[in-house]
């Protein structure tokens, strides 16, 4: 059974940071290209971060570019979200998904994170 | 950036009638290898999105044959042949031609009367 498990989500004062980190299961990690996608009320789903299968490329949405860092660590199947900087405008749900062009989707649970004083 | 407009946000529907939703983008979402990266998504209250239509008109695997992509260039449509209760929720398009960033459209909030 394939699984994305997020996790690192919770509330942070303004300012701060937060790890957020996506364990895979079920499928060949290491084959793909992995995102970040969030959700807020009001915004609807907005992609924040993609990294493509070996770690040696990636890209940020400009809302976060210098404050957020994707990453990866295939010989542990897990995804990272490296979170500083936080703004309440940053308040969502994470997503990890493969967020694939074609051949099979996979997304995650989600977890909340709360910025807030 | 490609900008995805979706109409209508919100779609009251009777169960067992059809429904329709608009995504529109900002510039042709056709690739230098032939192929539109136009997909669509639901998203049911208080799950995770799923994938139900990609390269414009093909359906995932599990999802039901009354939904329906189409549409080409900037111009694509998600059609719902007969809604059921289970298909309350929000709809999104998103391509992911012309990267970065993939982009969302605002979503479509589909209800029932």
């Known amino acids: 059974e394939v699984q994305l498990v997020e996790s690192g989500g919770g509330l942070v004062q303004p300012g701060g940071s937060q790890r957020l980190s996506c364990v895979a299961s079920?499928?060949?990690?290491?084959?793909?290209?992995m995102h970040w996608v969030r959700e807020s009320p009001g915004k609807g789903l907005v992609w924040v971060a993609r990294?493509?299968?070996?770690?040696?490329?990636?890209n940020c949405a400009d809302s976060v570019k210098g404050r957020f860092t994707i990453y990866r660590d295939n010989a542990k199947n897990t995804l990272y979200l490296q979170m500083n900087s936080l703004r309440v405008e940053d308040t969502a749900i994470y997503y990890c998904?493969?967020?694939?062009?074609?051949?099979?989707?996979?997304w995650g649970q989600g977890t909340l994170v709360t910025v807030s004083s | 950036d490609v900008v995805m407009t979706q109409s209508p946000l919100s779609l009251p529907v009777t169960l067992g009638q059809p429904a329709s939703i608009s995504c529109r983008s900002s510039q042709s979402l056709v690739h230098s290898d032939g192929n539109t990266y136009l997909n669509w998504y639901q998203q049911r209250p208080g799950q995770s999105p799923r994938r139900l239509i990609y390269k414009v008109s093909n359906r995932d695997s599990g999802v039901p044959d009354r939904f329906s992509g189409s549409g080409s260039g900037t111009d694509f449509t998600l059609e719902i042949s007969r809604v059921e209760a289970e298909d309350v929720g929000i709809f999104y398009c998103m391509q992911a031609t012309h990267w970065p960033p993939w982009t969302f459209g605002q979503g479509t909030k589909v209800e029932i009367k």
């Open positions: 998904s493969t967020l694939n062009r074609f051949g099979r989707d996979y």
């Open positions: 990294i493509n299968s070996d770690g040696t490329s990636t």
């Open positions: 079920g499928f060949t990690f290491s084959n793909y290209w």
